[in-house]
């Protein structure tokens, strides 16, 4: 009896040490929005609520916005995408919060066809929290990387994530079909960063409270990762079409058993186990050097570039060095991935840098990224031996000095030139009333002076000489 106690309290123990290892990211903060929906959906195990049920807090504030519903859809269609909220004016959602901190923003996006409005008409802007996200943007979702979701990071200090929507001229108007507000872990920004340049390595700080658009999000090595599969609801896209290196010149390396999430390494809200658990490496004895993938990007910002590293290839430890390469420049020498990662294989290890989109050097045009891994001089000379690794890449670009990450421009400066239309036609309105009441005050001074002059009798003083003459003030007899 005593026995099958022990077993049973171990079983427990076992079960309860599993459930908390692997138990999903409980955020805070939550908003999960089916913008002009009366009714929820749910996407990916995700309940979206209907932004138009009248049983919901209402989150938007705008006059004359229109709930339309997509046309000739395909059935694979997400409902969240099968409806969308129309603003012909300035609009705004807004969300309080109860965590400050760096909050997760995506704005879904999918131009329906509808017989009542073209879609081709849309062209807006968007702000969060006072940082420019998106300039003229007409919704087009012809992206490479996540063709229907715009993902940004903001951080917040006061208690609420307000998201405006300003049609960029009278004759366009906004449209957005999902939001999602979401407050993030706190180990997903850290502060500080290794900033690199052809002048060599500095610290980063103040890195956390950047405003940051999600560019790329790759897998590397591996399968594409869907937001069910990622415990911050993320997609991961497959290296193949950044990968600069022949195809034959570097292998995929896969791992079926357990990643060892730590404290103090990356744990798996950072990144999720299906990109840990698979990764390229580089090997001399297939006559590769380095491993680079290469990525567009727009010049005049700054960019973060994660890179996520996980040993599930060496046979033991201590056996891998390589060095780390940004646009060709060394960004870290000698990288010893045992030791990041406290001895421990198949342990997750990330490691954050930043670099400014201009051109230099080795990037002429500073419209790319590249990033490279190679062998190191402390690489152990062994024909069956790993020279050089990676598991996944993000890269993130940051808000430049207006606060903006879409052009030159600041929120006051696009609220300033493009009107909010209620306030244009108060205005027109305004000046038509006054229009009209000039018009009637001019008409009443003019009956006035009729009645007062209309009827008067005309002087038998005035000489005849000057009697036409029309002047009948200034020819008096004396």
């Not at 045992?338 to 500073?366: E, K």
């Not at 696009?414 to 209620?422: A, G, H, K």
Request: proline share 2%; aromatic share 12%; charged share 20%.
């Amino acid at each position: 009896m005593a026995i099958l106690y022990t077993r049973i309290v171990f079983l427990l123990f076992v079960f309860l040490v599993s459930s908390s290892a692997f138990a999903s990211f409980s955020p805070v903060d939550e908003y999960l929005v089916n913008c002009g929906s009366d009714v929820d959906s749910t996407v990916d195990n995700r309940r979206f609520v209907g932004d138009a049920s009248s049983s919901n807090v209402q989150f938007f504030s705008s006059e004359g916005s229109i709930a339309l519903k997509g046309e000739n859809l395909p059935q694979n269609v997400p409902q969240i995408y099968r409806t969308a909220r129309i603003f012909a004016q300035q609009a705004k959602y807004k969300f309080n919060v109860n965590e400050k901190g760096t909050h997760m923003v995506r704005l879904h996006f999918n131009r329906l066809y509808s017989s009542r409005i073209d879609l081709n008409d849309a062209l807006f802007h968007v702000t969060v929290n006072g940082h420019v996200v998106l300039r003229n943007f007409s919704g087009d979702s012809s992206s490479d990387f996540e063709s229907r979701v715009r993902e940004f990071l903001i951080w917040v200090d006061v208690g609420e994530v307000v998201i405006r929507f300003v049609p960029s001229k009278d004759s366009n108007f906004a449209f957005v079909n999902a939001i999602e507000v979401i407050s993030a872990p706190k180990d997903l920004i850290g502060d500080v960063a290794t900033s690199v340049s052809h002048d060599g390595t500095e610290k980063f700080n103040g890195l956390a409270k950047q405003a940051m658009e999600v560019v790329y999000r790759v897998n590397v090595g591996g399968r594409k990762v869907t937001p069910f599969n990622d415990t911050l609801w993320r997609t991961w896209v497959t290296d193949e079409g950044f990968l600069k290196t022949g195809d034959g010149s570097s292998e995929k390396s896969y791992f079926t058993g357990r990643i060892k999430y730590r404290r103090g390494g990356a744990s798996r809200e950072v990144g999720p186990d299906n990109v840990y658990n698979t990764a390229r490496v580089g090997k001399r004895s297939n006559g590769l050097v380095d491993m680079s993938w290469g990525f567009k990007v727009n010049v005049g910002y700054k960019y973060l570039i994660r890179m996520h590293f996980c040993d599930i290839a060496s046979k033991s430890l201590g056996r891998l060095y390589f060095n780390v390469y940004i646009n060709g420049n060394l960004a870290y020498e000698d990288f010893d991935i045992s030791y990041a990662a406290d001895n421990v294989l198949a342990s997750p290890y990330y490691i954050d840098f930043v670099v400014d989109a201009t051109a230099d050097d080795n990037n002429p045009s500073g419209s790319s990224i590249t990033v490279s891994v190679g062998p190191s001089n402390k690489t152990s000379v062994d024909g069956n031996g790993v020279d050089a690794i990676l598991n996944g890449v993000e890269i993130m670009k940051m808000n430049n000095s207006m606060g903006s990450l879409d052009g030159y421009v600041s929120t006051e400066m696009i609220l300033s030139t493009c009107p909010n239309r209620r306030n244009l036609s108060i205005f027109i309105a305004m000046l038509a009333f006054m229009c009209i009441f000039m018009s009637f005050y001019i008409v009443t001074q003019r009956k006035r002076v009729k009645d007062q002059y209309g009827w008067t009798k005309l002087s038998m003083d005035v000489l005849e000489d000057n009697s036409k003459s029309g002047n009948q003030f200034t020819a008096r007899k004396a």
